[in-house]
Nanobody, 126 residues
Framework: QVQLVESGGGLVQTGGSLRLSCAAS????????MGWFRQLPGKEREFVAA????????RYADSVKGRFSVSKDTAKKMVYLQMNSLKPEDTAVYYC???????????????????WGQGTQVTVSS
């Protein structure tokens, strides 16, 4: 079965950087889209970034474009979210997700991702 385990969260000051990691296991992910979502306090979960396992195409939410970067290491089955220039409004629980055979135009639709990690807390202090 698919397992996703996030790590790398923590406390950082405004303007700082963090790299989140997602270890994926349980199958090959060639036909998967890997997504990063976040849930801010008191709000719905929202899309952050996505990467296609085959080919490596990426997409970002407007709020993180130019600051966050998603990447993968196919051999290690790892997905990363490099977060730079962090702001207090980036404070959230960040989740890694995997969706099988997603139509690429639907990369930001949470309900299409069938597998989720447990989440990792990111706190940005002002």
């Amino acid at each position: 079965q698919v397992q996703l385990v996030e790590s790398g969260g923590g406390l950082v000051q405004t303007g700082g950087s963090l790299r989140l990691s997602c270890a994926a296991s349980g199958r090959t992910f060639t036909d998967y889209t890997m997504g990063w979502f976040r849930q801010l306090p008191g709000k719905e979960r929202e899309f952050v970034a996505a990467i296609r396992w085959r080919g490596g195409s990426t997409r970002y939410a407007d709020s993180v474009k130019g600051r966050f970067s998603v990447s993968k290491d196919t051999a290690k089955k790892m997905v990363y979210l490099q977060m730079n220039s962090l702001k207090p409004e980036d404070t959230a629980v960040y989740y890694c997700a995997a969706g099988a055979r997603l139509i690429w135009s639907t990369y930001d639709r949470e309900t299409l991702y069938g597998h989720w990690g447990q989440g990792t807390q990111v706190t940005v202090s002002s």
